[in-house]
Every structure is written in structure tokens, then in C-alpha cells.
Nanobody, 122 residues
Framework: QVQLVESGGGSVRAGGSLRLSCVAS????????VAWFRQAPGKEREGVAGISTDAIKTYYADSVKGRFTISQDNAKNTVYLHMNSLKPEDTAMYYC???????????????WGLGTQVTVSS
């Protein structure tokens, strides 16, 4: 079974950058995409960016388009989320997830990491 471990979170000032990493281990059939989600206190989990396992497809939430970039390094079994021009409203726990569909809907994903906290101060 696939296991996911996120890292790279931290505290930054508005306008700063962070790079999150999601390292995958193990095997599970029918995994076709990996996506990043975030959840702020009192809010629903929101899909941020996704990538197909062949890296051909990438997709983003409107709230992060032009600021965030998702990429992967298959040799390292790692998916990255490059976050630039960070805003206070980007503050949340960030999770990566793996599943069979190209989607940013949390209900479509089977495997989740434990998350990494991102805090952006003004």
C-alpha cells in the first residue's frame, strides 16, 4: 500500500516562497494522480493542485493559479508544490493525496499523508 509523507512547511512572510515535498513509498494499483490539498481551521479541505503520475496533466485551483506549481521527480518518488507570492490566506495544513482520478475533489482520493503546516504572516 502507498504511504505519503509531506515536508517543507514553515512560517514565512507574505510574498515569500516555500517548496513542499510529498514522498511516496510502497505500491498500490490504480493510482493515477497525486494532488495537494489544504485545510485551514474551521474551513473545508480544498484542492490546490494535482498532477497525473505520468506528469502530462497538471491542474490548479483558481486561487493559486500563477503562484503555485506542482511537479514530480519519479526517480525520487516525490511530488513537489512550489509556492510563490504567498498570502496570509494561504495559511493552512497542507496534505498530499493519491488516487485513481484527475481531480481536486477530496472525496476522490484514497491515500493521504499526515500534512505539513504552512503559516504566512502579513
Amino acid at each position: 500500500q502507498v504511504q505519503l509523507v509531506e515536508s517543507g512547511g514553515g512560517s514565512v512572510r507574505a510574498g515569500g516562497s516555500l517548496r513542499l515535498s510529498c514522498v511516496a513509498s510502497g505500491y498500490q494499483p490504480h493510482i493515477n494522480s497525486v494532488a495537494w490539498f489544504r485545510q485551514a481551521p474551521g474551513k473545508e479541505r480544498e484542492g490546490v493542485a494535482g498532477i497525473s503520475t505520468d506528469a502530462i496533466k497538471t491542474y490548479y485551483a483558481d486561487s493559486v493559479k500563477g503562484r503555485f506549481t506542482i511537479s514530480q521527480d519519479n526517480a525520487k518518488n516525490t511530488v513537489y508544490l512550489h509556492m510563490n507570492s504567498l498570502k496570509p490566506e494561504d495559511t493552512a495544513m497542507y496534505y498530499c493525496a493519491a488516487g485513481p482520478y484527475y481531480s481536486l475533489g477530496a472525496e476522490m482520493f484514497e491515500v493521504w499523508g499526515l500534512g505539513t503546516q504552512v503559516t504566512v504572516s502579513s
